[in-house]
């Protein structure tokens, strides 16, 4: 059975760092690529991050773009969030999720997410 | 940045069928993806690539798309199918943003 759990939430203060864990199991972790994506209280999802096979390419949301680091080790099949800066709209429970590709690479197709992890919570306040 | 928007709330009817749209200018060069998320759980996909189902979810989840709307139809629902439901597609400019609708709660009473 495939399984995220993340971990490392937790309360912060406006400014400080936090950096989350992801564990995987139940697939060749280093097949497939990884994400973050984040949900503020009562608020819908937002893309935060994402990072390739290896760790050769990664993108980020504008939003976090200079503040956050996306990070694997394979050889512990875990994924991370390094977060500087943090501020109270990072105020979010934050998912990992595993990165599917097309079968059959075509302009419209694009990568989705599934399964993703139950999230840790981040809160940022003073 | 790229809007994906849905109607904040559905309701129907146990065994009725419900619509839920999803527009956005890109969709007519991109596919639109469907996610399910009960309450206090993660989401799980139901729909992939405007209109295939992933193993495990039922036939009564079907999805389409024309034009700048695609829409994901319940035909049957359920009292276990209340949730909320977000699209997710990419705009046509290649910078690989992902985008999340602005979300649907589906009510079934």
């Known amino acids: 059975e495939v399984q995220l759990v993340e971990s490392g939430g937790g309360v912060v203060r406006p400014g400080g760092s936090l950096r989350l864990s992801c564990a995987a199991s139940?697939?060749?972790?280093?097949?497939?690529?990884m994400s973050w994506v984040r949900q503020a209280p009562g608020k819908g999802l937002e893309w935060v991050s994402g990072?390739?096979?290896?760790?050769?390419?990664?993108g980020y949301a504008d939003s976090v773009k200079g503040r956050f680091t996306i990070s694997r080790d394979n050889a512990k099949n875990s994924l991370y969030l390094q977060m500087n800066s943090l501020r109270a709209e990072d105020t979010a429970l934050y998912h990992c999720?595993?990165?599917?590709?097309?079968?059959?690479?075509?302009?419209?197709?694009?990568?989705?997410?599934?399964?993703w992890g139950q999230g840790t919570l981040v809160t940022v306040s003073s | 940045s790229y809007e994906l928007t849905q109607p904040p709330s559905v309701s129907v009817s146990p065994g009725q069928t419900a619509r839920i749209t999803c527009s956005g200018d890109a969709l007519p060069k991109k596919y639109a993806y469907w996610y399910q998320q009960k309450s206090g759980q993660a989401p799980v996909l139901v729909i992939y690539?405007?209109?295939k189902r992933p193993s495990g979810i039922p036939e009564r989840f079907s999805g389409s798309s024309s034009g700048t709307m695609a829409t994901l139809t319940i035909s049957g629902a359920q009292v276990e199918d209340e949730a909320d439901y977000y699209c997710y597609s990419t705009d046509s400019s290649g910078n690989h943003s992902y985008v999340f609708g602005t979300g649907t709660k589906v009510t079934v009473l």
């Open positions: 999720a595993r990165v599917v590709n097309p079968i059959v690479v075509v302009p419209a197709a694009m990568p989705w997410f599934d399964p």
């Open positions: 990072i390739n096979w290896n760790g050769g390419s990664t």
């Open positions: 139940g697939f060749t972790f280093d097949d497939y690529g």
């Open positions: 690539e405007d209109s």
